[in-house]
């Protein structure tokens, strides 16, 4: 990343962080950059990357930040994000995705703005949208 500029990092907590590490790199090409162990087999802190992006994520907990972030299951099925991932096949990406059992709520289409891309939920319920249109590149 080139110095001064601003970095979005999207933070999430997991009722079973160790698991849906392991499913996001599966099922979306997510790569592991740092895992800090917590007590009782949780996760303190995670950082995947893709491609020059980066995720936090831990275990849900009732720390200080803790308290402030809930899982989609404690907000009874609702999320307050859905983070967009630029990806640069989508339907490979896709395909992989369904494989590893992602809950399509958007199918795979060709949008009118531009692009290709579908929405899912994960093992969570959490919400992402995938798609072939990148807003930095599309207008150059």
């Known amino acids: ?9 999207p933070t999430m907590r997991y009722k ?10 599966n099922a979306f090409g997510f790569e ?7 007590e009782n087999n949780t996760i303190s802190h995670a950082q995947l990357t893709y491609g020059n992006s980066m995720i936090m994520l831990g275990s849900e907990n009732e720390n200080e930040y803790g308290k402030l ?12 994000q859905a983070p967009y991932i630029v990806v640069e096949n989508i339907d490979e990406h896709y395909e992989k995705a369904v494989a590893a059992g992602a809950k399509i709520l958007i199918e795979i289409k060709d949008e009118e703005y531009g692009g290709r891309g579908y929405t899912c939920k994960d093992t969570e319920d959490y919400i992402w ?6 807003p930095w590149t599309e207008n150059e």
């Open 16 to 25: 079973n962080a160790r698991k849906a590490i392991d499913w996001l790199c």
């Open 1 to 9: 990343m080139k110095e001064n500029k601003a970095c979005i990092i």
């Open 69 to 80: 972030v809930k899982t989609p299951e404690s907000l009874q099925g609702n999320n307050t």
């Open 32 to 38: 592991k950059h740092l895992i800090v162990e917590g």
């Open 129 to 134: 949208n995938f798609g072939s249109y990148n």
